[in-house]
Every structure is written in C-alpha cells, then in structure tokens.
C-alpha cells in the first residue's frame, strides 16, 4: 500500500463517526496478536491538558535516553502527527506500512462478524502496532474522548493522568461534572497510580474511583504543588514540590495552566523513577524545558505578535482569556475567530471578548459542523465582521495590527488545522 492510498483509506474511516466502546478495538488488536500488551504504557485523559501533560512526559522520557511513542490527537495538517517516536512522526512508509496491516486485521475482523471499527479506533490501532513494532520503552497515550470507553483504554498502563474536568461533549459523556468524571475516572485500573488536577465535585468521583481500584492517588495542592517564580510568553519558571522535593522548573509553553499540567506529568515522572529508575532529575528538567505544543498559545510571530489557539470550549477559552489578560493587558486585540457549530460560541463569546476587541468571523473547517461566519458574527453580539475567506482575514488582521497590539486566531483546532494547512503560520 502506498502513502497516499493509506491516508485515502483512513480518510474514508471517517464516514463511520464517533461511537464509544470497546467491542471493536478489543477485537480489532485482538487480530494483531495484541501490540498494547507488548508496551509500556502512561495514560492521559482530562477536559483540558491533555496534549500538554503527554509532551511533557513524552519529553523527560527522551531526555533520559529511552525509545518513546506518543499517541495524541485530533492532528493539524496530517494524520502523521498523532503517531511519534520520539518527537517524530511516523514517517510516510511506516504509516502506509502499518495501515495495510491493520486494514488486513480489520477485514478478518468483518468477515467473522464483527462490527466496523471507526477511524478513531483504526488510528488507535495502528498506534499501538507501530509502538510494538517499534519496541518503545514507554508510550504517552492520551485518550480520545471521555476515558472508560474510549478505545485507548485497553491499555494497562504504569501510570494514569486525570487532568481537570469541565463540561465536554454533554451529549456523549453526561449532562453533569460528576457524570463527566466518572468517565475520566473510567481510565484508573487497579493498583496503577493517578495523578490528578481535578477539584471539588470531579475529585470526589476520582478519588472514590481510586479508592475502589486500590489505586494510589496524587492530587494537586494536596500531595504536589507549584509556585510561579516568572512568566511571559517567552518562558516561564516555577518551584515544583512533592512531598520534601523541590524542584526549580523552566517550561516554555506559557499560561498558568501550562504549570499545572507540568506538575502533572512531572508527579508522574517521579512515579515512573520510583518505578524504573528513570527519568532522573536532569532528564527531568532538560524534557520540561524541550516541551513544545503547536496551536495552544504558540506564538508565531512578533511585532505584532501572532497566537494561535485552538480552545474550543469555555474552560479552554478561559485559560485563554487569561493568558492574554495577563501577557497582553493593554493591547489591541484583533481576532479571527471560527467555531463549531454544536460548540457553546455563546458562553465562549462571554468569557474570551472585550466589548473593543477587533472579531473577523470565518468558517473553521469545510464541512456541515462549522458555524457560518455570518451567523456566528450574529450569535457574538460583539463588534464582529463576517469574512468568507479565512486567508483574506487573517491578512486583514494582521494589516490592522500595530507593532503593540496581538492578532489571535482561535476557536477550534480545525480552524488551526486549517491555518496550518494553508501555511499561513509561516
């Protein structure tokens, strides 16, 4: 199977849509002499956090010299990007390579009655076959939606990280948080230790779940801790604490949030150190230093600078607001903005606007999802301008911005996908 067949191939997955479960990638691995059972495994789930925490540990991992994968999604610009080893992505024969194979099992798969797989779970699949194939020493797994049904959680893995938990996908995963983290918890198996973020009404489904699963657990504020020493959109540090360590720590992803998530992957570090050996303090500090994540909070240009970020619910916006609010407070604020149309724009328009803020509405993705850029200028209520033609927004945006002010393309990771894909962040 060449390259291109194979991407043509997983495209046409996409038909078959989302459907949580485990029948289906049980049965599809099962065809593939299971490869998750031949991997060392961390796994990450959360509302928010979830790319972060799986690069910071993915990261400290490399740093200590061992073979790492890690398996993340949704992707930007190719399907490539969800499968790494190393920080690099599955070259084009590998994914063509490991699409054939898994193709193979999941026509087995059919012809003795099973039911198709969706593209999630394909992916899923072939992740897990590349990583065994490969003979990692440890691969990052961060869930795809919710956590108990989610088809990465046939995994046992050494560890498990339980970022926060907001109201996500009401429609698959509960209309409450406690139903939204009883799904989170779905990942905590017995006697694997979690690491979590979460608080009030969350935690207490999390912490109950541990306690049933014997699982030691490990909760911000209470048994690790951070405090901000500096931060700007450049770098930020901060002390790290565990019990009687301490940790001074420099990240370059910038936002509160983004302290949080590495304290969260660096308790899980010290889990795995406890376990293996490895990763030491200096692969610690070098892999939190290294981190990188496109399209959360990156900064592709200066004067005016230039954001991208692809928060797509209130919590994610929130954070954003924040991090403009305290990197920007004075700024002119020019957005090109798209968004889903099964997304809460309303209660994101509230919380991610200033009534002066500068908005060029645009369609985020081809596709029926997307909100029109008319109907979304409409539902903003905000001094918003509709624009059909994302490049010719984004030049509008930028012509507008003074050397002061800060151009932010947000609203969904389609949308930066789709900036990417045009390669307008070069």
């Not at 992740?127 to 797994?141: G, S």
């Not at 720590?249 to 992957?265: D, K, M, R, T, Y």
């Not at 957005?335 to 919380?351: E, L, N, P, R, T």
């Amino acid at each position: 199977m060449e390259y291109a067949d194979a991407v043509d191939y997983v495209e046409s997955l996409g038909k078959f849509g989302i459907h949580l479960g485990m029948e289906r990638i049980q049965g599809l691995t099962a065809l593939l002499d299971h490869p998750e059972r031949k991997i060392r495994t961390v796994h990450v789930t959360g509302t928010n956090g979830k790319g972060s925490v799986t690069t910071f540990l993915a990261n400290m991992l490399q740093q200590a010299g061992l073979k790492v994968g890690s398996y993340t999604s949704p992707h930007f610009v190719r399907y490539n990007e969800r499968i790494c080893l190393n920080g690099e992505e599955i070259s084009n024969e590998d994914f063509a390579a490991v699409t054939e194979k898994t193709k193979a099992a999941l026509d087995r798969f059919l012809a003795q009655g099973g039911e198709q797989p969706t593209q999630f779970e394909f992916i899923t699949a072939m992740a897990f076959l590349y990583f065994a194939e490969k003979q990692v020493d440890c691969a990052v797994i961060e869930v795809g939606m919710g956590g108990l049904w989610d088809s990465t959680n046939i995994i046992s893995p050494e560890v498990s990280v339980i970022t926060n938990v907001t109201l996500e996908h009401t429609e698959r995963l509960g209309k409450t948080i406690e139903a939204i983290a009883a799904q989170k918890a779905g990942i905590i198996k017995p006697g694997v230790p979690v690491v979590t973020e979460a608080e009030g009404k969350a935690l207490e489904v999390i912490r109950g779940a541990a306690e049933a699963n014997h699982a030691p657990l490990y909760v911000y504020g209470d048994d690790f801790s951070t405090e901000e020493l500096t931060s700007s959109m450049d770098t930020q540090t901060f002390l790290y604490r565990l019990g009687e360590k301490e940790l001074e720590v420099a990240i370059h992803l910038p936002g509160e949030h983004q302290i949080l998530n590495g304290a969260a992957a660096l308790t899980a570090a010290e889990i795995l150190r406890d376990k293996h050996g490895v990763p030491d303090e200096a692969a610690m500090l070098r892999g939190m230093e290294a981190a990188r994540w496109p399209g959360r909070l990156e900064r592709i240009h200066r004067n005016p600078d230039i954001i991208l970020d692809g928060a797509h619910n209130p919590s994610g916006v929130t954070v954003l607001r924040k991090a403009l609010d305290e990197y920007y407070p004075k700024a002119r604020r020019i957005y090109v903005f798209g968004m889903m149309a099964d997304k809460d724009v309303s209660q994101v328009s509230d919380i991610l606007f200033c009534p002066e803020d500068t908005i060029y509405t645009v369609l985020a993705h081809e596709g029926d999802r997307s909100e029109k850029p008319e109907k979304l200028a409409q539902r903003l209520h905000k001094n918003a301008v509709p624009m059909e033609d994302l490049t010719a927004a984004y030049q509008r945006a930028v012509s507008e911005a003074g050397p002061e002010d800060v151009v932010i393309v947000c609203g969904s990771l389609y949308l930066i996908g789709t900036f990417k894909e045009l390669g307008l962040d070069r």
